[in-house]
Nanobody, 126 residues
Framework: QMSLVESGGGQVQAGESLKLSCEAS????????VGWFRQAPGKEREFVAA????????HYADSVKGRFTISGHNDKNTVYLQMNSLKPEDTAVYYC???????????????????WGQGTQVTVSS
């Protein structure tokens, strides 16, 4: 079993930055894919970014490409999401998720992930 805890959320102005962290306990992130998803009020949960800890390949939603960076440290069992140039439309609860054996074509699919954190609120005001 794996437990995930997100941190780093908060309220910022448009154009500012935040760095989210996702820390795992119970199991390591090795051989997992780790993703960030977000859910705004009244909207479905959507993919933001993911990293394959074996190999380090990264994947981004078009809406955040060039502004967000996902990174991970196997030895620290932590994955980060650096969010720059934040926009009001980035406002959401951000969730960290992890799973093993996720094929590339499913890496943007929430249902492919086995473990989820409780989420951290990010609010961007204009």
């Amino acid at each position: 079993q794996m437990s995930l805890v997100e941190s780093g959320g908060g309220q910022v102005q448009a154009g500012e930055s935040l760095k989210l962290s996702c820390e795992a306990s119970g199991r390591t992130f090795r051989s997992h894919a780790v993703g960030w998803f977000r859910q705004a009020p009244g909207k479905e949960r959507e993919f933001v970014a993911a990293i394959r800890m074996s190999g380090g390949s990264t994947h981004y939603a078009d809406s955040v490409k060039g502004r967000f960076t996902i990174s991970g440290h196997n030895d620290k069992n932590t994955v980060y999401l650096q969010m720059n140039s934040l926009k009001p439309e980035d406002t959401a609860v951000y969730y960290c998720a992890a799973g093993m054996g996720i094929i590339l074509s499913s890496i943007r699919t929430a249902a492919a992930y086995h473990f989820w954190g409780q989420g951290t609120q990010v609010t961007v005001s204009s």
